[in-house]
């Protein structure tokens, strides 16, 4: 049996540069712990440093997308409502 827990990550209205601070953050600590990761596989720990580096980019390429959206002019000194969850699965 599939076991599921939920846990709000974010939920709120921010300002866009509030916004951009919160995501941002999040982000830069998954990069940070990916990269993390990356240094211990140099040094000798089992891993796939090809995943992980996927993982890498593939966040930098998110948070690059964010970036973008929240500085497109029809953003400016708008409110915005973000939700976030995750879901742990055992």
């Known amino acids: 049996m599939q076991h599921n827990n939920q846990f709000t990550l974010i939920q709120g209205k921010f300002t866009v540069e509030d916004a951009k ?3 941002f953050n ?3 600590t998954k990069i940070n712990f990916h990269n993390l990761q990356l240094i211990a596989i ?6 796939d ?3 992980i580096e996927q ?3 593939a966040l930098k390429q998110m948070k690059q997308e964010i970036s973008s959206l929240l500085s497109a ?3 400016a000194n708008q409110l ?3 939700e976030g ?6």
């Open 42 to 47: 140099h040094e000798g720990k089992p891993g």
């Open 21 to 23: 601070s919160i995501l």
């Open 55 to 57: 993982k890498v980019s």
């Open 85 to 90: 969850h995750i879901t742990i699965k055992r």
């Open 80 to 82: 915005l409502e973000i």
């Open 49 to 51: 440093a090809r995943e």
């Open 73 to 75: 002019p029809d953003f």
């Open 26 to 28: 999040f982000y830069n």
